[in-house]
């Protein structure tokens, strides 16, 4: 199933799309330009908005097989850290009855909506809708454990594009932000709290329906209890300045950034990737797979996001013409080809077969959010009417906004300032001071409004008023992570001191709401003292590793790079040079000191990138 933040493209980047191309909608106008209904009345010769059962209703004839869609107005970002992945646990429960068939049918979950779709005939299309409603109505909460276990699996398999992290580190713990981490809410959420989402959220009020057919289907009844429509979840930030950096691994360098949405913002998506596919693969050579994306957000602004894979020796290389090419499109070094190229490119779907069914998805999605929407004839002449110029303002606009991810080291040379490391000076804690075991310069404080992990070069607090969650082990153990995505593992193990009722204190302190009770760790999981270049705090993401201190990492590196070229160049001259020939073993040995260090400076490089710490 597709879940959390949509599609995974070819290309790695992970984006929020209306539909799989697999249920024979065609996406692309969906996902990569802003096109929409008329208006809640009508107006587009090819659809037709109607009402099935107070569900609002978007119909346009097609060729073949019917595929229809139903979406719902509540995703991963409508929930909490504490509760995430509780929509997905009800789109898994809708879909369970309908077991193996031919059907052609899938549930997904993305940021801000849920959608069950199906291809077939009109009565086996019938048939799903009903059933998915009357699911909906009366989940079979039997099988719920068994859907968590479900969950748990699939995310263990799941792969992510490298803006994976981008999400976190631009919105923090919270609304779009969530697409970023593991779904805490399949463990602990109990059966009243999955049933009364589903009453809630999954409501005819807060739908649309879309079917590629001129006409409703004979037998279809949308059952669904009344609510209201729920807006879209408040845009949060985790970043106090932009255009802004962080480290991630080797691999290549993704940034996105958040614009207006409009038809020369969804073509100078395509600008940016055909400029990257130019300067980093066919002039440089430098890259094999560069991309631009368009992706509305909400009813006013989109996300566009750029990607560049890179070789670990091409790196730098990628990152000095990735800016390059963004500084050549922010000043306006656009040609007119260029943008004629993107504009006919979305100008030949029009001419398409089955066009207008094919932008049914799309036009949903503004029906869900009130974005204000064109005819096709309106939305060919919006395109006609973009210039070089006002692709030179998005770029602008974009860069203002952005937050590039580069693999090792730093893009301070570029404009771009380090996402905050650490929570503000202002922020330390006053309370009970509980030393490291194994870092003397570690200490974690406990205070009455949260708590604070210190280390001489900064601190990181979670105050309980701000904790997105609290995940709390049978041993003692707490993890506590903040709205704005810092994380401080509470290990009672690890600190001087930090007996039960400092434990108990914290449990006090943190919302009921923000506690997700873990299951209890094997006596190999729970965390003893270790070196003291790890540390147990950090901004979290999706790895199994918490961070360490940017500065002490890059000394590392720079030292694991100083021995590692020692090494080398002393195993060669032993090997080749040197006379007479020194003993087997001790050229033997130089090379796996070379291999070491070898290794050294690649896991350092790693750790440099943002994870977070195991659940």
């Known amino acids: 199933m597709t879940t959390d933040t949509g599609v995974t493209t070819d290309t790695g980047v992970t984006t929020d799309t209306t539909v799989t191309s697999d249920t024979g909608v065609t996406s692309d ?43 719902f107005r509540v995703g991963a970002a409508d929930e909490t850290y504490a509760t995430s992945g509780i929509t997905h646990l009800v789109e898994h429960l809708a879909l369970f009855r309908h077991g193996v068939s031919d059907l052609h049918y899938n549930g997904a979950t993305a940021t ?5 779709h199906a291809t077939g005939t009109a009565d086996e299309v019938v048939t799903y809708l009903n059933g998915v409603c009357d699911a909906l109505r009366d989940l079979p909460l039997e099988r719920l454990e068994t859907e968590r276990e479900i969950l748990r699996t699939e995310a263990a398999g799941r792969t992510y594009g490298p803006n994976h992290q981008l999400p976190l580190w631009r919105y923090g713990a919270q609304g779009y932000g969530l697409v970023s981490y593991t779904e805490l809410g399949a463990w602990h959420l109990t059966a009243d709290a ?7 959220r999954f409501t005819r009020d807060n739908a649309v329906l879309w079917i590629t057919s001129d006409t409703v289907p004979d037998g279809l009844r949308l059952d669904l209890p009344s609510g209201p429509r729920h807006p879209l979840p408040p845009v949060t930030s985790a ?23 409009s038809s020369a913002a969804s073509l100078f998506a395509d600008v940016l990737g055909r400029a990257l596919y130019a300067d ?37 290389a990628v990152v000095g013409g990735f800016v390059d090419v963004l500084a050549r499109l922010r000043a306006g070094r656009i040609e007119q080809a260029e943008l004629d190229a993107a504009r006919n490119k979305v ?8 066009a207008h069914a094919a932008s049914l998805p799309s036009y949903a999605l503004n029906l869900l959010v009130d974005h204000p929407n064109s005819t096709q004839d309106e939305y060919r002449a919006g395109l006609a009417a973009v210039t070089v110029d006002d692709l030179r303002d998005v770029a602008r606009e974009l860069h203002a906004t952005a937050l590039l991810q580069v693999p090792g ?47 001489p070069d900064g601190v990181i607090t979670v105050r309980y008023d701000q904790c997105a969650a609290m995940v709390a082990h049978p041993d003692g153990g707490r993890r506590l992570t903040g709205l704005d995505g810092f994380q401080i593992a509470v290990e009672p193990t690890l600190y001087a001191g930090l007996t039960p009722d400092r434990i108990a204190a914290i449990d006090a302190g943190v919302p009921a709401s923000a506690v997700v009770r873990a299951p ?13 270049s790890e540390t147990a705090a950090g901004r979290t993401g999706t790895g199994g590793w918490r961070r360490v201190p940017a500065p002490l990492l890059k000394l590392g590196v720079n030292a694991a790079y100083v021995v590692t070229l020692f090494f080398g160049l002393r195993a060669v001259t032993l090997t080749w040079t040197v006379e007479p020939r020194p003993g087997t073993a001790f050229v033997v040995l130089h090379w796996l000191l070379l291999g070491g260090s070898l290794a050294l400076t690649r896991v350092l490089r790693k750790a440099l990138a943002t994870r977070e710490t195991p659940e």
Not at 112 to 116: A, D, E, Q
Not at 194 to 200: G, P
Not at 299 to 304: M, Q
Not at 347 to 353: E, G, I, R, V, W
């Open 29 to 71: 106008t969906a996902v990569t330009t802003d096109t929409g209904l008329t208006t809640d009345t009508g107006g587009e010769p090819g659809i037709r908005l109607t009402e099935v059962d107070g569900v609002r209703t978007l119909l346009a004839a097609g060729s073949g097989e019917i595929t229809a869609g139903l979406v």
């Open 112 to 116: 801000t909506y849920t959608i069950f």
């Open 194 to 200: 999955v049933r009364d989402w589903a009453a809630t």
């Open 239 to 261: 970043l106090p300045v932009t255009p802004a950096y962080i480290t991630g691994e080797d691999g290549g360098v993704v940034m996105d950034g958040i614009v207006r949405r």
């Open 280 to 316: 980093l693969r066919q002039k440089g050579g430098y890259s094999y797979a560069t991309a631009g994306h368009y992706s509305p957000r909400d009813a006013d602004f989109a996300t566009v996001t750029a990607y560049a894979d890179a070789l670990p020796q091409k790196q730098d």
């Open 347 to 354: 100008l030949k779907q029009f001419d398409q077969p089955d």
């Open 409 to 455: 080291r730093g893009a301070d040379w570029a404009g771009f300032t380090e996402a905050p490391q650490f929570s503000p000076e202002a922020d330390r804690l006053a309370g009970t001071r509980h030393q490291s075991h194994d870092d003397k310069g570690a200490v974690l404080t406990v205070a009455a409004e949260g708590v604070s992990f210190s280390r």
């Open 520 to 532: 209890e760790r094997t006596p190999e999981r729970i965390p003893q003292p270790r070196p003291a």
